[in-house]
T-cell receptor, first 117, second 114 residues
Framework: AQTVTQSQPEMSVQEAETVTLSCTYD???????LFWYKQPPSRQMILVIR??????QNATENRFSVNFQKAAKSFSLKISDSQLGDAAMYFC??????????????FGTGTRLTIIP | EPEVTQTPSHQVTQMGQEVILRCVPI?????FYWYRQILGQKVEFLVS????????KSEIFDDQFSVERPDGSNFTLKIRSTKLEDSAMYFC????????????FGSGTRLTVV
C-alpha cells in the first residue's frame, strides 16, 4: 500500500517570501499522479497543482511549483511571493493508476501554513 | 467550471439515527468517491464506485455504510446507525477517466453526531 508523509505539521512564512512544503511517499508503482491540495478554514479541498509521474518536468501554476524527485520519492511544493490568502492546510496526495475503476487518493497528514504580515 | 455538489452542508443527528449524505457528481464523470476527514486529521478514503458497483472500500467502510446511485445523477452515502465517532467532514469526489486528471471534490458535508 502507498503511504504519504508530510513531516512538517506547521510552517510559517513572511508575506511576499518563499516557502517550501515537504512531502515524501512510498510506492512500488512506476506510474501515478501526485497532487497538492489546499484546505482553507471553510474545509473545502482545492487543487493547487498536480504532477504526472511519467513527466520529468516539474509542474508550475503561477506562484506554485513543485520539485518532483521520482527516484527519491519526494514531491515538495514551493510557494513564491506568499500572500495572506495562502494561509491554509496543505495536503499532499498520491493517486495510483494500477487498479482499474479505482483511482483513490492517499493523503498525507497535512501542513498548516501561516502567513505573517 | 463544473462542480460537485453536496447536500446538506451541515447535518446534526442523534446517535443511532440513519443519515443520508447526497452528492451530485459532474455529469460526464464515471468514477465516484467518498472520503472522510475527522476534525484535525487527514482525509481518508472510504469507498470508490464505478459502473454501478463498489470498486474498492477501506477498512472504515464497514456494514453500517452503504452507497448507491439511485437515479443516474445522485450519489449517496448512507450511515445506518450513527455513532459519535462518525462525526466528521464527508467529501464526495468524481473523476472523468483514468488518465485524465479531472478529479473534483465537493465542498463537503459536516456531520455532527450528538
Amino acid at each position: 500500500a502507498q503511504t504519504v508523509t508530510q513531516s512538517q505539521p506547521e510552517m510559517s512564512v513572511q508575506e511576499a517570501e518563499t516557502v517550501t512544503l515537504s512531502c515524501t511517499y512510498d510506492t512500488s508503482e512506476s506510474d501515478y499522479y501526485l497532487f497538492w491540495y489546499k484546505q482553507p478554514p471553510s474545509r473545502q479541498m482545492i487543487l493547487v497543482i498536480r504532477q504526472e509521474a511519467y513527466k520529468q518536468q516539474n509542474a508550475t501554476e503561477n506562484r506554485f511549483s513543485v520539485n518532483f524527485q521520482k527516484a527519491a520519492k519526494s514531491f515538495s511544493l514551493k510557494i513564491s511571493d506568499s500572500q495572506l490568502g495562502d494561509a491554509a492546510m496543505y495536503f499532499c496526495a498520491y493517486r495510483s493508476l494500477s487498479n482499474f475503476g479505482n483511482e483513490k487518493l492517499t493523503f498525507g497528514t497535512g501542513t498548516r501554513l501561516t502567513i505573517i504580515p | 467550471e463544473p462542480e460537485v455538489t453536496q447536500t446538506p452542508s451541515h447535518q446534526v443527528t442523534q446517535m443511532g439515527q440513519e443519515v443520508i449524505l447526497r452528492c451530485v457528481p459532474i455529469s460526464n464523470h464515471l468514477y465516484f468517491y467518498w472520503y472522510r476527514q475527522i476534525l484535525g486529521q487527514k482525509v481518508e478514503f472510504l469507498v470508490s464506485f464505478y459502473n454501478n458497483e463498489i470498486s474498492e472500500k477501506s477498512e472504515i467502510f464497514d456494514d453500517q455504510f452503504s452507497v448507491e446511485r439511485p437515479d443516474g445523477s445522485n450519489f449517496t452515502l448512507k450511515i445506518r446507525s450513527t455513532k459519535l465517532e462518525d462525526s466528521a467532514m464527508y467529501f464526495c469526489a468524481s473523476s472523468e477517466a483514468r488518465r485524465l486528471t479531472n478529479y473534483t471534490f465537493g465542498s463537503g458535508t459536516r456531520l455532527t453526531v450528538v
